[in-house]
C-alpha cells in the first residue's frame, strides 16, 4: 500500500495538470528504508511530450547525487498519461528501474488542464511484473510518520 500526504499527492495532480497536455514526471523522496515519501521533487519531462516521458540526464544525476547526500531514496516515482487510463505501459514497465518504488500514474484524459478529478493510481513493478497496490491518503506528514 502507498501512504501519502494529502499535500504531495495535490502536487503530484497539480504537476500532472499543469502539464497537461505533455506528460508530466518527477519523484517523491524519503528517508531510505523507510517507505515514507516526504519530499516532492517535480522534474522537466526532456521529451516535451503527450505520450512520453524522460527524465533529463543531468537532472537524474543531481537529483541521485542529492538524495545520497541526505540518505534518501526514490520512494514514488511519478508520471502522467494525458490520453489514457492510468497504468503502466509497456514503455512504463520497461523503464521501472527501482524495486522498492511506488509507481504512481496521474490520468489527465477526462479533463486534461481543467478543473475535475483524475484517476489516481499506484503500482508495484519487479521484473517487468505489474502490481497495483492501495493508495492510502493522509492528511499529515505525521501521520506518515506516526505508523513507523
Do not use: W
Not at 519487479?126 to 493508495?135: A, K, L, N
Amino acid at each position: 500500500m502507498l501512504r501519502i500526504e494529502q499535500k504531495t499527492y495535490d502536487a503530484i495532480v497539480a504537476h500532472a495538470k499543469r502539464d497537461h497536455p505533455d506528460e508530466a514526471c518527477g519523484v517523491v523522496a524519503g528517508p531510505e528504508g523507510s517507505d515514507r515519501p516526504e519530499r516532492f521533487v517535480p522534474m522537466v519531462n526532456a521529451a516535451s511530450s503527450p505520450t512520453f516521458y524522460e527524465f533529463d540526464p543531468t537532472d537524474l544525476l543531481k537529483l541521485y547525487r542529492d538524495m545520497d547526500a541526505r540518505d534518501e531514496e526514490p520512494v514514488v516515482v511519478y508520471h502522467s498519461h494525458t490520453a489514457t487510463e492510468a497504468y503502466p505501459s509497456r514503455t512504463d514497465t520497461g523503464l521501472a528501474m527501482e524495486p522498492n518504488a511506488h509507481y504512481v500514474l496521474v490520468s489527465t484524459r477526462e479533463h486534461g488542464n481543467s478543473d475535475g478529478p483524475v484517476e489516481f493510481r499506484s503500482y508495484r513493478i519487479v521484473d517487468g511484473q505489474v502490481t497495483e497496490e492501495e493508495v492510502s491518503v493522509v492528511a499529515t506528514i505525521e501521520q506518515l510518520r506516526s505508523q513507523d
